[in-house]
Each structure stands twice: as C-alpha cells, then as structure tokens.
C-alpha cells in the first residue's frame, strides 16, 4: 500500500547497534501499528498507538520502543539490536471511526542483525 | 498470542481449481477478516465478515463464518497464478482491541 511507507526497506547490521525503523502515511488514519513476521509465526504485534499521545504495548514490545512524532508518523526503535530480532518488521494503519475498519500496511522493513 | 489458526499451513494446486482454507478462533469477535501477502510484501486485505453474517461474496471470493463453530473458510474459485501468496485471517473485537493474526496458508497456484 503506497500510502504507508516504511524506510528502510533493508537493513543489515550488528549486534548492539541502535536501529530506527520508520512509518508514514498518507492516509489520515489515527491508529497505527508495528509488527514483527517471522517464518512459520505469522504476525506478532510489538506496540500501537491510537493517537499522538497514546502508546500501547503489544504482545512483544521487550526489547523495543516507539514514537509516535505525528499523526502521520511512527517510528520503532531497537536499542541495543540482538540477533534474534532478526525478522520481517510491518508498520500498518486503520482509520479510527467504526469497529470494521481494515488496516493498511507498508512493505516492510526487513532487518537483519549479525 | 495467535487468535485464528489457519489451514492447511500449505496448499499446492492447479491453476483453474478451488482453493479453500480455513482459519478457526478461539473467543468471541465482532469480525473476521482475510488478507492475502505475496512475497515480499505488505498484507493486503481483501474482505471482512462481520459476526452477524453468515456468508459474503467479493469477486471469485466467497467467505463464510460459522460463531458457533468459531471458524470460516475463505474460497478462491477459478484460481490464477497470480493468486499464489499466503493468506491470513485476522479477528477483530471491540474498537480498541488490535486485530489478532494466524499464521497464515501458503498458496501455490501452478499454472
């Protein structure tokens, strides 16, 4: 969906390094999300948010952070990256009025840590 | 944790055939809804079912959901080639509870 965008879309890095991943969007949604996918886990959700001033922890947010700069931006961040966070990482969106709302992902960030 | 459990976790068949996967859920939902990702790429949604709905149709299409069962089946006629991507159903609950993903069915349509 072009209208959220994630950047990078590769990155490749070491063990203890800080990483940014970043979310944009273009379609006016309140909410948005961050997921993980890995092989054979399907999607997990690491943190969301409602609005700018409401974060809310997933069901893996250890290890990581977020900032919700603007409603149209959505920044995770790993502080100190592990190899196991290795993975195919989506950042996604839905529009805040009704319960049967879709929601609309970027293309992923897909990040490896050596 | 994962709410809907799809199956088969892969599906191989011929371009022309019915593709049908199933995803079962273990609590009450306000809607289902089903997404299809190719390779590389974001989820894409293609269809919603709310709990009060038993059937819905969207092009070659066909979603059913049975409550009482906690399960639904999404039906791919007259596959294509193009439909070869994996396929995930997503439950949605009250406003303000994110949509719970499975693990998704991977579809090969062979041409």
């Known amino acids: 969906d072009a209208d959220v965008t994630q950047t990078p879309r590769n990155r490749i890095t070491k063990t203890g390094k800080r990483i940014m991943l970043e979310c944009s969007q273009t379609k006016g949604h309140d909410r948005m999300y961050w997921y993980r996918q890995d092989p054979g886990l399907g999607l997990r959700l690491i943190y969301y948010s409602f609005d700018v001033k409401d974060i809310n922890k997933g069901e893996i947010s250890d290890g990581y952070s977020v900032s919700r700069q603007a409603q149209a931006k959505f920044s995770l961040s790993l502080e100190s990256a592990i190899p196991n966070q290795t993975a195919l990482y989506f950042c996604?969106?839905?529009?805040?009025?009704?319960?049967?709302?879709?929601?609309?992902f970027g293309d992923g960030t897909r990040l490896s840590i050596l | 944790s994962q709410q809907g459990e799809e199956d088969p976790q892969a599906l191989s068949i011929q371009e022309g055939e019915n593709a049908t996967m199933n995803c079962s859920y273990k609590t009450s939902i306000n809607n289902l809804q089903w997404y299809r990702q190719n390779s590389g790429r974001g989820l894409v949604h293609l269809i919603l079912i709310r709990s009060n709905e038993r059937e819905k149709h969207s092009g070659r299409l066909r979603v059913t959901l049975d409550t009482s069962k906690k399960s639904s089946s999404l039906l791919i006629t007259a596959s294509r080639a193009a439909d070869t991507a994996s396929y995930f159903c997503?439950?949605?609950?009250?406003?303000?509870?994110?949509?719970?993903f499975g693990k998704g069915t991977r579809l090969s349509v062979i041409a």
């Open positions: 996604a969106t839905r529009a805040g009025t009704g319960v049967n709302q879709p929601q609309h």
């Open positions: 997503a439950t949605g609950n009250s406003g303000n509870t994110p949509l719970v």
